[in-house]
């Protein structure tokens, strides 16, 4: 039973074609979700976490939302370098031993051509 | 945040062989984590590290193959025990800061090639 899906696979888009990215999840208590950047052959990068539905995060052509049951990763204007999989990731749980523990989803490919 | 190296960045070992991966903070966490990420897959959690404690395992995988050490709050070593092909893969430390609510950074990976 998937906990965390992310779509799509791979997304292709043009530089400047505005896009989002969707994180839906399955858990139950949510405590957080966030969202990494990882280019080939690094570690993810923190981007953003969220708490809450309705809350919101910005962070230059990246925009992030949760609801109750999905997170959107809005790109505005992308450009090349924004080319990398981004990936989704919850923490939940009720306590105890699972304090801290991140359950992935699968990631996007984001590929922006020029 | 914090500042996370990893120490070797990439190896390539024999069949039955260890190997042992060290990750370094640039400062004291609360929380240390080894991750896994298979070719082509996403992040999997192997365990938990705890200062001064046996580390915490998630299912599927044990201490025998995956032995982890915590001395302090800035060091941890991984080692992949009796290394098989299906043993290749990133390996990854993560961290969750003092005051750092909820958030967790990642070391650089481990490229681990198994032939």
């Not at chain 1, 910005?58 to 609801?67: D, I, N, Y």
């Not at chain 2, 640039?26 to 070719?39: E, G, H, K």
Request: with cysteine; hydrophobic share 30%.
């Amino acid at each position: 039973e998937d906990q965390v899906t992310q779509s799509p696979e791979a997304l292709r888009l043009q530089e400047g074609e505005s896009s989002s990215l969707n994180c839906s999840y399955t858990v139950s208590g949510l405590r957080g979700l966030f969202w990494y950047r990882q280019d080939p052959g690094k570690g993810p990068e923190f981007l953003f976490t969220l708490y809450s539905a309705g809350e919101e995060k910005e962070k230059e052509r990246l925009k992030a939302t949760l609801t109750k049951k999905e997170s959107f990763l809005h790109i505005t204007a992308p450009k090349p370098e924004d080319s990398a999989t981004y990936l989704c990731a919850v923490n939940w749980g009720a306590g105890g031993t699972s304090y801290g523990k991140l359950t992935f989803g699968q990631g996007t490919i984001l590929t922006v051509h020029p | 945040s914090a500042v996370i190296s990893q120490k070797p960045s990439r190896d390539i070992c024999q069949r039955g062989t260890s190997l042992t991966i060290q990750c370094q903070v640039d400062s004291q966490v609360t929380m240390m984590f080894w991750y896994r990420q298979q070719p082509g897959q996403s992040l999997t959690l192997i365990a938990t590290a705890n200062q001064g404690s046996e580390a915490t395992y998630e299912s599927g995988f044990v201490i025998d193959k995956f032995p982890i050490s915590r001395p302090n709050l800035t060091f941890s070593t991984l080692t992949v025990s009796n290394m098989s092909p299906e043993d290749s893969s990133i390996y990854l430390c993560s961290v969750r800061t003092q005051g750092g609510w909820e958030t967790q950074y990642f070391g650089p990976g481990t490229r681990l090639l198994v032939l």
